[in-house]
Each structure stands twice: as structure tokens, then as C-alpha cells.
């Protein structure tokens, strides 16, 4: 059984989708980030960086979302979430993610997040109106560039799909428009109607 | 026959000390980040995001520190730098080496890549002043936590030192003291004394 801690609105939606996606026995548990739980002493036993997500295994936790991803398609074979046996279309695959953890999500994460990065409260309103230039110039990127279609990968659902999605929804929220990015929109769209993303929305919500 | 792009002093060197240490046939080919080289209509070709590395294989181009250590990996499985019949294990390469790219590399960009993610040049001054304890605050997790000596994953050699190797050897310009950090010193001794580092860095300074 594996275990997800999760956070709902966060990163952590995307190895939820594809721990479903997968068909694997696991539950989640929640943090209340209004209440700092990511930082109390029993989480950090759990993960000492104070992050969602984190996965517990049999064989101990795992965390950031790309290994975790890359961990799930390759635990759950038959669920063909990557391409396994090819190393160039699975580096790919690996390639996307890292960008959308290492760049895009770290776009983001100064709209909320400043104080990682610096001390004053003026450069915290500077980082946050960047954010929707920023955060619109990586989407334009994946547009022109990256996303394939249907499907990140083309024809074939891979584990870069439920990130793309989870991080394509915060887009409202920082102020890009969907009306310029017409293959993520259609991407959304299509992921918002799998039956696995209904599932672990459902779950999150309550 | 593989080409990395690559410039001296940035992330580039863990994919190129990777392919040293897979025995690859390979060349190099050197930007000059000073004259804007990243951004020319005909790198922007290979790599859209203007970023190094890039790595040219005869089915495509990879880009993303992470994803190209894994494809070097598994492309020369002869070389044993992960252990790629154990998913757990193999996850736990790639989550140490997604928090280098996504967090450590991060922090570190904000010395003097501020106009990423702000427009004033207080912001660029209060980011910079932060790098210190940021990178010190990675660093101390990386000691204490994840280093588990003497090499990263214990007493194998794998992707994720090269690039743990790569990011150490920046400690000084950001003004984080070594002597707290009594493993990682000594694991970027032991990466010195290794011949393929040795001939890397001799290829990266001619």
C-alpha cells in the first residue's frame, strides 16, 4: 500500500492522477498548509525540505514529483505510463518534467513564495507582477514548442500529462490567458475527463 | 556519435563528467556566455529555452540536467552510474538530482539571474544577499540528510554525484563557509581525484 501526502491546489495533484491513472492500492493524507503542518516536527520526519508531495513506500519515502512520477510508470508497468524500454523517448519524457518542475513551478512559486528567495516585502511585489510574463512566457514555450498533441507526448498518454495538467490549472491564478495557449486549453479540457482525474479530484476536494 | 553543448562554470558539467565516466564517444562544443551565444537564432534552434546543456544524440536533442544523467545511464548500462533494475533506488538517484535542478540550482540562479523573476534592481540586490543562507540552508540539508558518504547514495558511484560535484564547487562564490559542510568537502576532493573529472576539466578550460 503507498501512501501520498498531498496538499489540494499543490504539485502533489500530479502523482495523485497517475497513482490512479496506474490503478495502485494507496491512500492519501492531507497537510493543512494554512496551519504550517508541512513544517511540523512529524512531517519533517517524513520529509525534512517541508514539501508536499512525499510517498510512502515499503522500501521508504520518496519525494519530488519527477522521480516520483518516473517511479510510479515504472513500479506499474502495465499501466504504460512511459516509454519503458526506450531510453531516448523516456529521457523525453523526463526532460519535460524536469523543466516544468525546475522552471515552470519555480515561475509560479514566486507569486506566494518570495521569502525563499529574498527579505522585503518591495521585492516580493516585484517578484509577484513578474509572474504573469514569466509564467506566460513558459506557456507559450509548451505551446509552440513542447506540447504535441493530443497528448504531451502525441498519440500517447505519459506520466508528463497529469503535471502538465495539474500546473496548466494555475493559470487563472496567475493571470495568463487561456485564449492565447489553444493546445493547453484542449489539453486541460481532455484531462479534466478522465476518469482517474475525476476520481482524484473528488478525493482532494473532501 | 554524441555533441553536448555546453558553457564552463555552469550545470553542463555533470552531464559532461556523466559521459566521461560512461566511457561515451563524444564532443564538445563551447558557448560563449558572455557574448549572449545562448540566445542566438541558431542555438535558440537546438535549445529553444537558451539554456546549456544540450545534448545531441543521432535521435534527437535532450535538454534538462536531470533527464540527460538518466539517459546517460541507461544508454551505457556497462558503466553501472544508477541502479537501473531497482525503481526504488533508481527514484532516489533521480529525487537527490530533481532537488539540485529544481531547488539548489534555483537558489544559486538568484545571485545573478534576478531579472528572471523581477525588474528592479533592489530586487536583484535583495535576492543576491539571500543566496548565502539559501544555499548554506541546501547545503546543511545535503550534509546532514542526504549525502550519505562517500558518495551520495552511500558506497556506490552514480549519476547524482557529478552533479552534486557540479553545484559544490559554487559553495565559495556564494559566500557558504565549506567548513560546516565536512562531507560534502570531502566528496568534492574524492570527485577531483577521479580521471574522468580530471580530463573534463581539462577539456572545459582549453
Redesign the interface.
Known amino acids: 500500500m503507498l501512501k501520498l501526502y498531498l496538499a489540494p491546489g499543490t504539485c502533489a495533484l500530479a502523482s495523485h492522477i497517475a497513482l490512479a491513472e496506474a490503478g495502485a492500492d494507496y491512500t492519501i493524507e492531507k497537510l493543512d498548509f494554512k496551519a504550517n503542518q508541512q513544517n511540523s516536527p512529524d512531517y519533517l520526519e517524513i520529509n ?2 517541508g514539501r508536499v508531495p512525499s510517498l510512502v ?1 515499503d ?2 519515502i ?7 512520477l ?2 510510479i510508470a ?2 506499474f508497468p502495465q499501466a504504460k505510463l512511459a516509454p519503458l524500454d526506450d ?2 523517448a ?3 519524457v ?2 519535460f ?3 516544468l ?3 515552470v ?3 509560479h512559486a ?1 507569486k506566494g513564495r518570495g521569502p ?5 516585502e ?2 516580493f511585489a ?2 509577484k ?2 509572474v504573469p510574463k ?1 509564467m506566460g512566457a513558459c506557456f507559450a ?1 509548451i505551446e509552440r ?1 513542447m506540447l504535441k498533441g493530443p497528448w504531451v507526448m502525441g498519440e500517447t498518454y505519459t506520466i508528463c500529462d497529469p503535471y502538465l495538467y495539474t500546473i496548466a490549472l494555475w493559470l487563472e491564478g496567475d493571470s495568463v490567458d487561456l485564449a492565447g495557449l489553444p493546445k493547453v486549453a484542449d489539453h486541460r479540457k481532455r484531462m479534466a475527463e478522465r476518469p482517474a482525474v475525476k476520481k482524484v479530484m473528488a478525493e482532494e476536494k473532501v
Request: glycine share 2%.
Open positions: 525534512p525540505k513506500t522500501r521508504g520518496l519525494t519530488e514529483t519527477p522521480a516520483m518516473a517511479y515504472q513500479t531510453a531516448f523516456f529521457a523525453q523526463q526532460s518534467n524536469s523543466y518542475c525546475a522552471t513551478h519555480v515561475a514566486h525563499r528567495w529574498a527579505t522585503e518591495t521585492s516585484d517578484m507582477r513578474m514569466s514555450l514548442k
